[in-house]
């Protein structure tokens, strides 16, 4: 009987222990981390910087397509690249969908940077990390702040550009709408007067501001309106571009916050963000602290970065960031 026992409590203890040593070998949690490719790819970031700096030098504007760029990545099935993705057989790209279509842009600059960092550590790092760090860099590079990115994103296999017609927001969207949307996201309504805040640079097409110049609404300084309809004609001209901020179009400040309050937001769902809602306080703190905004910006961009990212063994490493390998 004793010994019974004891051979019952020795298959206890053993199965205890490979229970035990079963657990302890699962891996953790992938998790991103701003050391993610210290030991896999340390030059990586520098890489990568020196290759966004060269694309903006050559032209300023890129700063915000980079910016928007990874902002409309991030709002359809998260920060995985799928907006890179060209069209095929199996794939229906995001860069047609109507919000993209003839419209976002510096798909070339985020191919070049993965080419370079290819060329040092291939297959090592994703082009979803490649484009959440060219916000980041793209932002230093015209004045505005810098914030710890955090690292190990991986690569969709698949876009959708259903999604992409349903979850960027309109620019001609009312208040409640625009925090809706943000709000599915996972961003505060701070958040999103922050990131909306990215107005400060850029530039935008005439179909999307004509209706508003030539509106005569009491939401619009009629002067800046005047101004405007000199590149946007009632008809024609869909495609003419408008510095988002006319003073400092290409510096990134808090010029866009002082524009609201002029009535010269130039799209609709710029200016209705001061419209007796709840987004008038942020604004006009931000209009008077130009340090408040950078921060929030900041915040708010690390957390849309981290949005739904895939991680660990979920996703690929793309090769080229256009198509799947």
Same mark, same amino acid.
């Given at each position: 009987? /004793?010994?019974?026992?004891? #051979?019952?409590?020795?298959?206890?203890?053993?199965?205890?222990?490979?229970?035990?040593?079963?657990?302890?070998?699962?891996?953790?949690?992938?998790?991103?981390?701003?050391?993610?490719?210290?030991? $896999?790819?340390?030059?990586? $970031?520098?890489?990568?910087?020196?290759?966004?700096?060269?694309?903006?030098?050559?032209?300023?504007?890129? +700063?915000?397509?980079?910016?928007?760029?990874?902002?409309?990545? &991030?709002?359809?099935?998260?920060?995985? +690249?799928?907006?890179?993705? /060209?069209?095929?057989?199996?794939?229906?790209?995001?860069?047609?969908?109507?919000?993209?279509?003839?419209?976002?842009?510096?798909?070339?600059?985020?191919?070049?940077?993965?080419?370079?960092?290819?060329?040092?550590?291939?297959?090592?790092?994703? &082009?979803?990390? !490649?484009?959440?760090?060219?916000?980041?860099?793209?932002?230093?590079?015209?004045?505005?702040?810098?914030?710890?990115?955090?690292?190990?994103?991986?690569?969709? $296999? $698949?876009?959708?550009?259903?999604?992409?017609?349903?979850?960027?927001?309109?620019?001609?969207?009312?208040?409640?709408?625009?925090?809706?949307?943000?709000?599915?996201?996972?961003?505060?309504?701070?958040?999103?007067? +922050?990131?909306? %805040?990215?107005?400060?640079?850029?530039?935008?097409?005439?179909?999307?501001?004509? #209706?508003?110049?030539?509106?005569?609404?009491?939401?619009?300084?009629?002067?800046?309106?005047?101004?405007?309809?000199?590149?946007?004609?009632?008809?024609?001209?869909?495609?003419?571009?408008?510095?988002?901020?006319?003073?400092?179009?290409?510096?990134?400040?808090?010029?866009?916050?002082?524009?609201?309050?002029?009535?010269?937001?130039?799209?609709?769902? /710029?200016?209705?963000?001061?419209?007796?809602?709840?987004? /008038?306080?942020?604004?006009?703190?931000?209009?008077?602290?130009? #340090?408040?905004?950078?921060?929030?910006?900041?915040?708010?961009?690390?957390?849309? %970065?981290? !949005?739904?990212?895939?991680?660990?063994?979920?996703?690929? !490493?793309?090769?080229?960031?256009?198509?799947?390998?």
């Amino acid at each position: 009987m /004793d010994s019974i026992k004891i #051979a019952s409590n020795s298959l206890l203890i053993t199965l205890t222990i490979s229970l035990f040593l079963l657990l302890s070998s699962n891996p953790c949690k992938a998790q991103l981390s701003p050391t993610f490719y210290t030991s $896999t790819c340390p030059n990586a $970031t520098n890489v990568i910087r020196t290759s966004i700096r060269r694309a903006i030098s050559a032209e300023r504007r890129m +700063a915000a397509s980079l910016i928007r760029l990874h902002f409309h990545d &991030c709002f359809v099935q998260g920060c995985d +690249a799928s907006i890179l993705l /060209d069209e095929t057989p199996s794939i229906q790209s995001e860069k047609t969908a109507v919000p993209n279509n003839n419209s976002v842009r510096g798909f070339g600059v985020i191919e070049a940077a993965k080419r370079e960092v290819e060329r040092i550590c291939p297959g090592v790092v994703s &082009c979803a990390d !490649i484009l959440t760090l060219a916000a980041r860099d793209a932002s230093v590079m015209v004045g505005g702040p810098s914030w710890e990115v955090k690292l190990g994103r991986r690569d969709s $296999t $698949t876009a959708s550009r259903a999604l992409a017609n349903s979850d960027l927001p309109s620019p001609f969207a009312d208040l409640n709408t625009l925090i809706a949307f943000f709000d599915n996201k996972g961003l505060s309504v701070r958040d999103m007067v +922050a990131l909306s %805040g990215s107005h400060t640079i850029g530039q935008a097409q005439c179909f999307l501001f004509r #209706a508003r110049i030539y509106s005569n609404g009491s939401d619009i300084n009629p002067g800046f309106a005047r101004t405007r309809q000199r590149q946007c004609p009632q008809t024609g001209g869909d495609s003419n571009l408008a510095p988002l901020d006319l003073v400092t179009p290409n510096s990134f400040d808090n010029n866009y916050f002082r524009n609201l309050l002029q009535r010269k937001g130039l799209l609709q769902s /710029d200016q209705i963000l001061l419209s007796g809602g709840s987004t /008038d306080s942020i604004v006009n703190e931000y209009r008077r602290s130009p #340090a408040k905004f950078k921060s929030d910006f900041a915040d708010a961009m690390i957390k849309m %970065g981290e !949005i739904q990212p895939l991680l660990g063994t979920n996703g690929i !490493i793309r090769r080229v960031c256009n198509a799947i390998n």
